[in-house]
Each structure stands twice: as structure tokens, then as C-alpha cells.
């Protein structure tokens, strides 16, 4: 009796996993079909690519930047009483309480002269960048860059005239101070703007676009694309970053393609599809 009922149960325990089964693979024959009823080719992931170039960067310092007038004068009245307006005419009716003069106050200023051609901006830098800008500031003047928020692309140029003799102890900084002719007088008393202090070149530096470097738990990498559209692993060691780029210092040569974007799918021996190219790839090689 308990066999015959434990032989039923397990015919419909059977006949449940056979329609169960048909059902998944209907769905599945049917997901794996595009709109046009083409299967969809699998395997290959779209990626943006960029090219490793190599060119002549240049080795910057960024920082902010506080714009100051070149010299600053404070008119003020030499002697006490000193008469700026008569509010009366002759021959006029005049009552207690109206004004018929007014002095200068020699404490107070009558006017603030500020010459702004040429200006100045002043910024500081971390002290450990202050060796390498005494080793080239003694050779040659550095020119430096004053960047006005909103209009980035036409940065106003200028040289470094002044640093500072002392490291300041509350931030570990050192001060600067830029000159700059300020012809179109874009630069005004009290901004605030970006800098960019140039200290030297670095020719035939490997360059790729930024967004190629991953972190991984072994360390920074770049996936590069191989002749047969799949990618590999490659561990790189990086120097400067500037303008969307980073300098490889190891792991790279001129000429090799990287992922730029898409890496998240993605594992050494992939397909990939390549969809478009990065931008700050399309720069010539030097």
C-alpha cells in the first residue's frame, strides 16, 4: 500500500520536472533571439578604446590662485579740514542745521587707487614641490597660468616672480607670486582662479587617456586590445596625470590600444567589439 502511493508520488514529482523543464527551455530559446528573430551574437563586449602615444608633455603644478593688485594707494587729506565741497552759493538764506561744508576726514581714505596692470596672483604649493621649483627657477623664469572659472580654455599667462623665503608651518605650504601683464584686464583684485605652473617638459613620454587605468587588488592596470580582438591584463606604473591623460612610466608601448571604458564586463581573453575611440586618443605622436 505505502510503495504504491511513494510509486504515484514520484510519477508526478517526474511529470512536474519534465513540463518545468520544457517551460525553461522555451524562454531561453526565446531571450536568446533578438527583435528580428536573429540570434544574438554573444561573447563580445562593446568597448570605447584609446591609443598609447608617446609625445612631449608638460610638468605642471596645479593649484588656486588669489588675484592682487600690483601696488595700492590710499588717498587720504593731508591736514584735517582739508575742504572737498561747498554746499552753498553766495548771497543764499541759510538755516540752523544745513550743511555749508564738508572737510576731509584724514583718518578714513577719499579714495583707493589699485593698479591692476600689471597684477599679481598669488597661490602656494605643498613644500615638497619647493626643490624642484628652486632647481629650475635658477635656470630659467617659469611661466605659470591664471585659468578664470568659466572661461578655462584662455588662460592668461604670466611668470613667477616671487618665493617665498619660509614654509609655512600651519599648512606645510610655500607661497608664489605670479606676474602677469594683464592686457584685456581679465584678471581683477580679489578672484579667485585656477593655476598651472610649468616647470619643465618631459619628451617621449608614453601617454594614455585616464580613464584606461583600473585598480585592482594586485595594483593599477590597463586592459590592452591584441590583433585578434580579445584584451589582456597589463600592470602599468604610472607617473603625472594632467588634461584627462596619465604618463605610463612601465608597461606600455606607443602604438597599443587600452580599454577606456567598458572594463566592468570584462576578464584577460574577452572579446571585445570595439565601439568608438576616446578623444584625448586622437592627439599625434611627437
Not at 29 to 46: E, M, N, T, Y
Not at 150 to 161: A, H, K, L, M, Y
Request: hydrophobic fraction near 40%.
Amino acid at each position: 500500500m505505502y510503495l504504491k502511493k511513494y510509486s504515484g508520488l514520484s510519477k508526478s514529482v517526474i511529470a512536474g520536472v519534465m513540463v518545468l523543464f520544457t517551460v525553461l527551455m522555451t524562454l531561453l530559446l526565446i531571450c536568446s533571439c533578438g527583435k528580428s528573430g536573429q540570434p544574438v551574437k554573444s561573447g563580445a563586449f562593446p568597448v570605447t578604446v584609446g591609443m598609447v602615444i608617446q609625445k612631449t608633455v608638460p610638468v605642471q603644478i596645479r593649484a588656486i590662485g588669489n588675484v592682487e593688485a600690483y601696488s595700492t594707494v590710499s588717498v587720504k587729506s593731508q591736514i584735517g579740514g582739508e575742504l572737498l565741497c561747498i554746499h552753498f552759493k553766495e548771497g543764499q538764506d541759510v538755516k540752523r542745521g544745513d550743511i555749508l561744508f564738508i572737510k576731509a576726514n584724514a583718518d578714513n581714505p577719499m579714495v583707493v587707487i589699485n593698479q591692476i596692470q600689471p597684477i599679481y596672483v598669488t597661490f602656494s604649493v605643498p613644500e615638497q614641490n619647493l626643490q624642484e621649483i628652486k632647481k629650475y627657477i635658477a635656470v630659467r623664469k617659469l611661466s605659470v597660468q591664471a585659468l578664470i572659472p568659466g572661461d578655462e580654455n584662455s588662460p592668461v599667462q604670466g611668470i613667477i616672480t616671487f618665493v617665498d623665503n619660509t614654509v609655512d608651518i600651519s599648512t606645510g605650504t610655500i607661497k608664489l607670486k605670479g606676474t602677469f601683464e594683464n592686457k584685456g584686464k581679465r584678471l581683477w583684485p580679489g578672484q579667485f582662479v585656477n593655476v598651472v605652473l610649468t616647470l619643465t617638459t618631459q619628451p617621449d613620454a608614453i601617454v594614455v587617456p585616464s580613464h584606461a587605468v583600473q585598480t585592482g587588488q594586485q595594483g593599477l592596470y590597463v586592459f590592452v586590445v591584441k590583433s585578434d580582438l580579445t584584451v589582456e591584463s597589463r600592470p602599468v606604473v604610472i607617473g603625472r596625470t594632467m588634461n584627462g591623460e596619465v604618463v605610463i612610466e612601465k608597461g606600455l608601448a606607443p602604438g597599443e590600444q587600452v580599454v577606456t571604458d567598458g572594463q566592468l564586463r570584462l576578464v584577460p581573453g574577452a572579446k571585445v567589439e570595439i565601439k568608438g575611440t576616446s578623444e584625448s586618443s586622437e592627439g599625434k605622436q611627437s
